[in-house]
């Protein structure tokens, strides 16, 4: 039976970590870091996730601004408030919670985020920077899942690394930091052929479809590292990943569980890109 890899007990662990630098660099500069999130409509899972942005805030003592704006938001309301926020020194992170409502144009939104404060990692200046490898900020579900891995003492090098999905939130970014990590990388996705016989070669096997307990036990190979990133909402309303744990963890090495995995890390990384942007701006 597979380590179960606990999402929770590491991203405590990373938060203490977070709050005590927070502390050390308050001291020193007498800058608070500051993130601002805005949320435009009333989707309550994105309400939920703004809610546990704003207590993570508070945890590890950053200054924190919740925007939640009426679903008849214009584009134009929205941009001007993204260039006030950009312009307010008191605000290092800006996070745009995502989908936003169809009459929104998402693309220009994130292009409008001063990228030394997008803190989601999706401004296309900060996507270069991964992909060249000299990135400030890490997208904050892949970077979460590299730290799942290394917190659990595994080394990527010469790894046989398959990312199955290859969305820009998560599967492309997860690819380019298994790579950094020196992993041997394959990306798989809706139109790959044969896709167990990826996926059984995989020694880390990291998968983002959104497809409840897809990747079953004949798709994975004895030994292997398996993350999964999914979050899926069963009829009965139980959330339940994108790998079928039951047939996956007695072959696999390690593992991760969902709920208890990597979604309590997506939340932290965002603090330490929040503290990142304080320091870079502190810097300055
Ligand atoms: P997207 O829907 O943007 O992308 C899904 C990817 O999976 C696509 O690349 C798609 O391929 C691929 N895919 C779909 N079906 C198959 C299939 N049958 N075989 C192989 N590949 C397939 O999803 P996201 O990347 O945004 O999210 C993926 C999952 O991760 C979701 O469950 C989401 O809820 C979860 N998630 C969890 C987070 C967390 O904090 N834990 C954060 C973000 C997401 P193609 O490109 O060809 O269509």
Redesign the pocket.
């Known amino acids: 039976m597979a380590n179960i890899i606990d999402g929770k007990a590491i991203s405590a662990a990373v938060r203490g970590e977070i709050k005590e630098n927070t502390q050390k660099f308050i001291a020193e500069t007498g800058i608070t870091p500051g993130l601002a999130v805005i949320i435009v409509g009333t989707d309550p899972a994105s309400q939920v996730y703004v809610r546990n942005k704003r207590r993570a805030c508070e945890e590890v003592g950053f200054y924190s601004e919740a925007y939640e704006l009426p679903e008849a938001t214009t584009q134009a309301e929205l941009e001007a408030l993204v260039d006030k926020l950009n312009a307010d020194p008191a605000i290092h992170g800006i996070l745009c919670q995502l989908p936003l409502p169809k009459h929104l144009n998402e693309e220009s939104i994130l292009l409008r985020i001063d990228p030394r404060k997008d803190v989601d990692a999706f401004h296309p200046y900060n996507v270069g920077r991964i992909m060249i490898g000299n990135q400030k900020f890490l997208p904050?579900?892949p970077a979460?899942v590299m730290e799942l891995i290394r917190r659990s003492g595994i080394d990527c090098t010469g790894k046989e690394c398959v990312v199955?999905?290859?969305?820009n939130?998560?599967?492309k970014p997860m690819a380019m930091l298994l790579l950094q990590a020196n992993g041997t990388v394959t990306i798989?996705?809706?139109?790959?052929k044969d896709?167990s016989e990826v996926t059984r070669r995989a020694d880390i096997l990291v998968v983002?479809?959104?497809?409840a307990d897809?990747i079953t036990g004949d798709m994975v190979k004895e030994g292997a590292v398996v993350i999964d990133?999914?979050?899926?909402r069963r009829a009965d309303g139980k959330l339940t990943g994108?790998v079928d744990f039951a047939t996956v963890a007695p072959k696999a090495s390690y593992i991760t569980p969902v709920p208890g995995g990597?979604?309590p890390?997506?939340i932290t990384m965002l603090m330490q890109n929040t503290l990142t942007a304080a320091t870079e701006a502190a810097a300055k």
């Open positions: 904050c579900t979460g199955v999905g290859r969305s939130i998560v599967g798989c996705h809706s139109r790959t896709l983002a479809i959104g497809k897809f990133v999914g979050m899926n994108d990597v979604g890390m997506t």
